[in-house]
Antibody, heavy 123, light 111 residues
Framework: EVQLVESGGVLVKPGESLRISCAAS????????MNWVRRAPGKGLEWIGR??????????AYGASVQGRFSISRDDSRKTMFLQMNSLQIEDTAVYYC??????????????WGQGTLVTVSS | QTVVTQEPSFSVSPGGTVTLTCALR?????????PSWYQQTPGQPPRTLIY???TRSYGVPDRFSGSILGSRAALTITGAQADDEGDYYC???????????FGGGTHLTVL
């Protein structure tokens, strides 16, 4: 069974940095593309970004609102993905979800989801 | 910047049928955008319903179906149930850079 467990969400002040994690189990993590998606209070879901598997180049891509401030990395030996968030703003307050991107039938979509971790940015 | 639009809200009677749509502010949605659909109920993570336009995710009942209707992607729920109430999101992929864009979401009420 696929399991994704996010952790590391806390209360931080504007301008600070934070790294959150997603621990994976139940599937071949090293071969998987992984994503971060967030939902801010009162708003809809927003794609944060993706990291491809190393075999596919390990490259990253980001949504416009976080480009240049957030970065995604992975440690395949620990089956864990990370989201480094710098220069956090109040608008970054959200529940952050990690998701798989299974690429079944060569289609792009989000497969399994974690339960999410809450990041609160407030002074 | 690509904008994906959905109806902000919809209401359906129990047992009824509803079709939610997903459009591009500029252009038509086709299968090349790999439309997918997600349901989120309060306090829960999103759940994948449909991918690749019309393929149901594992365990999703067949009363959920996806299609292209005209220039939009569509999610049809047949025989709506009370626990279908929640927020529904479509995602389109911009294959130029394989970026994902969420629609604004549709809040579905079943009453």
């Amino acid at each position: 069974e696929v399991q994704l467990v996010e952790s590391g969400g806390v209360l931080v002040k504007p301008g600070e940095s934070l790294r959150i994690s997603c621990a994976a189990s139940g599937f071949s993590f090293s071969y998987s593309w992984m994503n971060w998606v967030r939902r801010a209070p009162g708003k809809g879901l927003e794609w944060i970004g993706r990291i491809k598997s190393k075999i596919d180049g390990g490259t990253t891509a980001y949504g416009a609102s976080v480009q240049g401030r957030f970065s995604i990395s992975r440690d395949d030996s620990r089956k864990t993905m990370f989201l480094q968030m710098n220069s956090l703003q109040i608008e970054d307050t959200a529940v952050y979800y990690c998701t798989t991107e299974p690429l079944i039938d060569a289609a792009y979509f989000f497969g399994s989801w974690g339960q999410g971790t809450l990041v609160t940015v407030s002074s | 910047q690509t904008v994906v639009t959905q109806e902000p809200s919809f209401s359906v009677s129990p047992g009824g049928t509803v079709t939610l749509t997903c459009a591009l502010r500029s252009g038509s949605v086709s299968t090349s955008y790999y439309p997918s659909w997600y349901q989120q109920t309060p306090g829960q993570p999103p759940r994948t319903l449909i991918y690749n336009t019309n393929t149901r995710s594992y365990g999703v009942p067949d009363r959920f179906s996806g299609s292209i209707l005209g220039s939009r992607a569509a999610l049809t729920i047949t025989g709506a149930q009370a626990d279908d109430e929640g927020d529904y999101y479509c995602v389109l992929y911009m294959t130029s850079d394989i970026s994902a864009v969420f629609g604004g979401g549709t809040h579905l009420t079943v009453l």
